[in-house]
T-cell receptor, first 114, second 114 residues
Framework: KAGVTQTPRYLIKTRGQQVTLSCSPI?????VSWYQQTPGQGLQFLFE???????NKGNFPGRFSGRQFSNSRSEMNVSTLELGDSALYLC?????????????FGPGTRLLVL | SQQGEEDPQALSIQEGENATMNCSYK?????LQWYRQNSGRGLVHLIL?????REKHSGRLRVTLDTSKKSSSLLITASRAADTASYFC??????????????FGTGTRLTIIP
């Protein structure tokens, strides 16, 4: 099976712009989670989707949003970008909505905000 | 916020030696997982140990869990250059069925010297 894919892999934006990142889970996986990784804060949970429904959300401002489509592909959107949003954004998929299942991570999208 | 704290933050050893890294966490858990991340890439799941297990093996990996001390250790035996990576522990916070999310520790940067 193909692994989790994320597009784009690299992105440069300026403050105030918005950005949309995409994640395609492993075939058959219905859960997609998003994480932000920065040197200062480490890996932070953003949100999780299962069967097109957001099941869980981390402590991020409303500028961060996401959605999941019927084919389980997911997108996350960050509006009004700030310098501090520069990070590696990782998505992970699993067969079930419970984190007691193995999470399979994509390679990430590296976002640089100037 | 970080649920887990890894110790040490960085570790350098000679190839062939064993590497041990530790993880401490704060709240009760259902399971604890270890992940590896090669420089700036996605995470790879290594092993999952459940709260009712004390030790688990997978190839050259040995994981222990002490729920009374809220700590876990990852031992990599006979290290190889390819083991150079960052290692993270992850726990399921809010361990009420249906509301779990993965919370990652701060990571240990392991360097294997050829």
């Amino acid at each position: 099976k193909a692994g989790v894919t994320q597009t784009p892999r690299y992105l440069i934006k300026t403050r105030g712009q918005q950005v949309t990142l995409s994640c395609s889970p492993i075939s058959g996986h219905r859960s997609v989670s998003w994480y932000q990784q920065t040197p200062g804060q480490g890996l932070q949970f953003l949100f999780e989707y299962f069967s097109e429904t957001q099941r869980n959300k981390g402590n991020f401002p409303g500028r961060f949003s996401g959605r999941q489509f019927s084919n389980s592909r997911s997108e996350m959107n960050v509006s009004t970008l700030e310098l501090g949003d520069s990070a590696l954004y990782l998505c992970a998929s699993s067969t079930s909505w419970t984190v007691q299942e193995t999470q399979y991570f994509g390679p990430g999208t590296r976002l640089l905000v100037l | 916020s970080q649920q887990g704290e890894e110790d040490p933050q960085a570790l350098s050893i000679q190839e062939g030696e064993n590497a041990t890294m530790n993880c401490s966490y704060k709240t009760s858990i259902n399971n604890l997982q270890w992940y590896r991340q090669n420089s700036g890439r996605g995470l790879v799941h290594l092993i999952l140990i459940r709260s009712n297990e004390r030790e688990k093996h997978s190839g050259r990996l040995r994981v222990t869990l002490d729920t009374s001390k809220k700590s876990s250790s990852l031992l990599i035996t006979a290290s190889r250059a390819a083991d150079t990576a960052s290692y993270f522990c992850a726990t399921d916070t809010e361990p009420n069925f249906g509301n779990e999310k993965l919370t990652f520790g701060t990571g240990t940067r392991l360097t294997i010297i050829p």
